[in-house]
């Protein structure tokens, strides 16, 4: 079956850097997206990645490495505002998105 | 700017009970899709639209339909309620269809509870 695999929840500080890892298992790929989700209200586009590498805008910057089957966001500078969930989505061979369950970044002080 | 509106933001609804979901855009995307959000899970497709006039199927339609009259309407209709369709309902639009890799549009969403 297709997998997205991404931690539930993650804690860092005001400041500092973290990083959000995502790996997926799917049937094909045609590229790989991030959105961010605020507590309430609706997804956000953040990224998105077909080709190997690191892409990266503003504060944040995200990865991508096909062969290993893995993504992760990093967000530097955090910002209190940075306090949401993250969702990573990954679009198979049909071109059907299939979404990873989300990780909740909580910033602390 | 608009962008994406959906109607009611939330619906407390008794089971049986005949429901439809709005969702407008004044954007003129092609695409429209419809997903629902449930804690611990992604987010999963329901319906969805490629272009005025058609619909397709996503990974859970089961006790929701959809219609696609123009371009900027897509409702979704649940004939008769359960309480297993307690969820968050997600409109969003691309402006390229089912098949592409754009970027999606999303609604604020709409909270229904099924009692």
């Known amino acids: 079956g297709q997998n997205i695999d991404q931690p539930t929840e993650m804690t860092a500080t005001e400041g500092a850097i973290v990083q959000i890892n995502c790996t997926y298992q799917?049937?094909?790929?045609?590229?790989l997206f991030w959105y961010q989700q605020h507590a309430g209200e609706a997804p956000t586009f953040l990224s998105y990645?077909?080709l190997d590498g690191l892409e990266e805008k503003g504060r944040f910057s995200s990865f991508l490495s096909r062969s290993k089957g893995y993504s992760y966001l990093l967000l530097k500078e955090l910002q209190m505002k940075d306090s949401a969930s993250y969702l990573c989505?990954?679009?198979?061979?049909?071109?059907?998105?299939?979404w990873g369950a989300g990780t909740k970044l909580i910033i602390k002080p | 700017i608009a962008g994406i509106t959906q109607a009611p933001t939330s619906q407390i609804l008794a089971a049986g009970r005949r429901m439809t979901l709005r969702c407008t855009q004044d954007?003129?995307?092609?695409?429209m899709y419809w997903y629902r959000q449930d804690l611990g899970l992604g987010l999963r497709l329901i319906h969805y639209?490629?272009?005025?006039?058609?619909?397709g199927k996503g990974e859970v339609p089961d006790g929701y339909s959809v219609s696609r009259a123009n371009t900027d309407d897509f409702p979704l209709t649940l004939a008769s309620a359960v309480p297993s369709q307690t969820s968050v309902y997600f409109c969003?639009?691309?402006?390229?269809?089912?098949?592409?890799?754009?970027?999606?549009?999303f609604g604020e969403g709409s909270r229904l509870t099924v009692l």
């Open positions: 969003a639009s691309s402006d390229s269809g089912q098949g592409s890799t754009g970027e999606l549009f």
């Open positions: 954007m003129r995307h092609n695409a």
């Open positions: 639209s490629n272009t005025a006039g058609t619909t």
């Open positions: 799917t049937s094909g790929f045609n590229g």
């Open positions: 990645n077909v």
């Open positions: 989505a990954v679009m198979d061979s049909n071109y059907q998105l299939i």
